[in-house]
């Protein structure tokens, strides 16, 4: 054969394989409520296609009002993942007008979830539990807890492994021809979040027993599983602004409580908690229960307690 006509033999072989029909990716349809599950959600479906995330950016899910475009992928969807309608508020209409055909998951119905009550009052600082440093029990008074759950339940890397249990299931029954590979994902991100926890334990343990006070009550799993101790919080609901005269009571406790630290969150004035602790020595920081400050992905979950911990073991023992 002549150089030219192998040439052009060789283009035409190399042409046809391009041209070449490829296996058309997995036509998966599933949305998720906010960033901590979404990022669960695409660990479990890595490789097979991505989920759909409803709250974006710095948006809250307790005050979100759902955009057309929100509602069209809902109607086009084959599975909708969310927390719970107390987390999620928006989603009590959204579901009782879903179309049957898709498939609602609420992960805090996941078996092996361990769920804590709602603590309800102006402080929370006894846990009928003792401090780990010195063995001291709190005697101040006990915040009341209420039988309906703290929806925050993903800051419990356990509660993360039984709501990957729960998503892979559901999406192995939805999309049983990827059922393998939902399979040895979960299998793979339950390593992770065991490694993660194992990380979180050897971070936090400096840190343990030391009295510091939040914006709002959403951290109450991260303070069970690492035996943190959350004494306060500034406002009773995440969007509602604190009363004046909470505040100046909340300022005595700043210092009655012995708080190290008092807490902003991402989407709050930062200078709210400066007045409370102005001509204390209390230390100020911010915490991001939701992830709001960080871009979406399977690797959110992960960044979001790491923060979480560095955030925490930053202002609670800060290096000399």
């Known amino acids: 054969m ?3 006509t192998w040439l052009i033999a060789i283009l035409a072989s ?12 997995a036509q998966t349809k599933v949305v998720v409520s906010i960033k901590p599950l979404h990022a669960l959600v695409a660990g479990v479906m890595a490789g097979i296609g991505a989920p759909e995330l409803l709250v974006k950016g710095a948006a809250s899910p307790h005050a979100y009002t759902l955009k057309p475009s929100d509602a069209k992928a809902l109607n086009d969807a084959d599975l909708f993942l969310r927390m ?18 898709v498939t609602l998951v609420t992960l805090q119905d996941a078996p092996g979830m361990k769920l804590l009550p709602r603590r309800t009052g102006n402080t929370f600082e006894a846990h009928g539990h003792e401090a780990s440093k010195g063995g001291h029990k709190h005697d101040h008074d006990q915040r009341k807890t209420t039988d309906a759950p703290d929806g925050h339940a993903w800051l419990d890397p356990d509660n993360a492994k039984a709501m990957v249990a729960s998503i892979e299931q559901a999406l192995s029954a939805k999309y049983p021809a990827h059922a393998a590979a939902f399979k040895a994902n979960a299998q793979k991100l339950n390593a992770d979040l065991d490694a993660l926890d194992q990380e979180l334990v050897s971070k936090l343990k400096p840190v343990a027993g030391k009295p510091y006070i939040v914006f709002h009550d959403a951290f109450q799993y991260l303070e069970d599983r690492y035996d943190l101790n959350a004494v306060g919080s500034i406002s009773i609901s995440p969007d509602v602004p604190p009363s004046a005269k909470r505040l100046s009571d909340l300022r005595k406790k700043v210092v009655s409580l012995e708080a190290m630290c008092v807490f902003a969150e991402q989407r709050h004035d930062t200078r709210l908690v400066q007045n409370l602790v102005e001509g204390t020595s209390v230390r100020t920081g911010t915490l991001d229960a939701e992830a709001l400050a960080l871009e979406p992905g399977p690797d959110l979950y992960f960044a979001m307690m790491r923060r979480l911990a560095d955030a925490l073991k930053s202002c609670l023992a800060p290096q000399a």
């Open 2 to 4: 002549r150089t030219g």
């Open 14 to 25: 190399t042409l046809a394989v391009c041209a070449a029909p490829r296996p058309a990716a």
């Open 84 to 101: 719970s309608e107390a987390v999620e508020p928006f989603t009590a209409k959204v579901v009782r007008a879903l179309p049957k055909r």
